[in-house]
């Protein structure tokens, strides 16, 4: 016997009394095998406490059943919980997920696809890092590596599927809910702060992250409802709470502060959330707030938060059944397929005094 | 060419003006090849494009650089957490991570280990789903796959590392300082209710999982402190915030209700403050009320909530860096690594009044 005692193809090909390459061909599930020696191979290998070689088996199928799944960071909750909805249509269809966190930089995410390519995976999940940087993306789909990009789309990626939220209707319902309570000074905690200068010439390619597309549904809500957008109501700010607490203080110190705030993203709106009680405000008579999606914490607080809540599980098992189709060969053309977040009022929200 | 057009290794070799065999070794990094050789097999791959096949490298060289994490759920921010901390450790040492939600179900796991195993990862990383079934574990072992146990034991399973919480000596601060603000009725809300006769006996056993390690803990703080433990106050609880919210209402509807109530996680916490909240007491003068893990939630409620941290991340890099050693054909015996947790005293402990 081989491998430390292990029992080997030819271990069992002797106690099934069969050929070695009929027992291979029985073990593999490839080939024609008679049932009858098929049966007496599975016997003889569970008897043996055989175990079958997966990678002499993908080499011959030349499928591995392993998905690669690239996302900036596993811990944050919102790839945590598409994570799970992933691997909950995944698993079962027998594919294992390869995971690679890219820290959100695009080298990282390229030598991430080299490896993964390398390891044979049958297809790639990937929350491209930087969307303008998609070569890399369209190099393993032109290998045959299927790709479906979650929650943000990248260029120079035309053949590549995608699950994304619309991102600029889950604003605009944000945005008519504060409107419709009476507010006209809306201020926006934002990660996009940098996009400013490209939302205002239309330059498209650099308005692929959520974020950005968030930012310019802000903009163009504020304009469906006849207010003149103010700049200095924007408060850029990057994906800390810390920067969230600064930019939102920011915003409430102006001269004439906004009457109410969407906060574009979970950990920002924590950061707002705890400035706006630091400062003692009374929310939401002296302060309306909005966050984006409903974690647990979102309840606890008093007043509870109002939310534009995602469907980010479904979002991960979205993306896992289309790259599952994608490797059953399905549909030839790229699918979109985009999913509707829904608004939560709760407690933070009500009519400006 | 061969697969959709990719250069193969007789393309390469022929562009390098070398043979096969040569090519093959020098681009597996195996055998002996000239400096000249390899530069020039080096460059024909660039000018080729020409992708490194890891299946057959790794049929040959015996590794595949994988490594498999079993957790119950990756989308609870416990394991999402220590997930990013292996990955930050064994990315770097190339080394990519097969995951698989076991959904806390011993039979899934017993699957995924087949997988993972047939897969030739080079190691595993596993919470137990349940610590009194760990022969598949000790299988793995015996044929060669280093297994590190992360957050709990497994019973049968003597070679494998293990990284864990000292959970006794968690509880024991947590319950040290209620007693030290002078609480005596100190309940407790936890996921271990069905241990409670099986602690009571003493079966070491069933008392691996690290909520009856808590629940353990309880009892011996207390006993420690000449408290004589009352098991009313013992509210029993799933793993989810509903079930928290009943358990913790069950305590305060007691005709003598205690004062202090310790939940031993997050989400339990969770559930049990909304139930102090939604009854109107006031937190910390009518209920004390500690918590396990310091999620952002905890600083953002009024009152900010004591907690007992756990080094989440640590566990995770310290499960990574173990597995490493053990590859690397670490030390022979197998080591067990325990962290420490830390009371983290916020506004809702108090003297009672």
Redesign the interface.
Known sequence: MT??G?PSLIDVAREAGVSTATAGRALGGYGKVSQRSRDRVADAAARLGY??????R??ITGS?Q?LGVLVS?????FF??A??GI??VT?PAGF??????TGGDVDAERRAMA??????VDGVIVAPALPSEGAHLARAID??VPVVLLDRLASGVPNADSVTIDNEHAVAEAVGHLVELGHRRIGVITEAGGDLAHLRKGNRKRGLLPSAVRLRGYFSALADAGITADETLVGAARYD?ESAYDAATGLLDLAEPPTALLCTDN?LA?GA??AA?DRGLRMPRELSLIGFDD???T????PGLTVVEQPT?DLGVRAGKQLLDRIDGGPGRARHAQLQAKLVARDSTASPR
Do not use: C, F, I
């Open positions: 491998e430390r292990a175990r079958t070689n997966g990678l002499a993908s080499m591995t392993t960071d596993v811990s944050n909750p945590a919980t994570l799970r691997t909950d698993q294992e997920v390869l995971l690679s966190n490896v993964m390519s390398e390891k044979r290998v045959g709470r950990v924590s959330y705890r009680q974690e647990p914490w309840t606890l607080v008093r599980y």
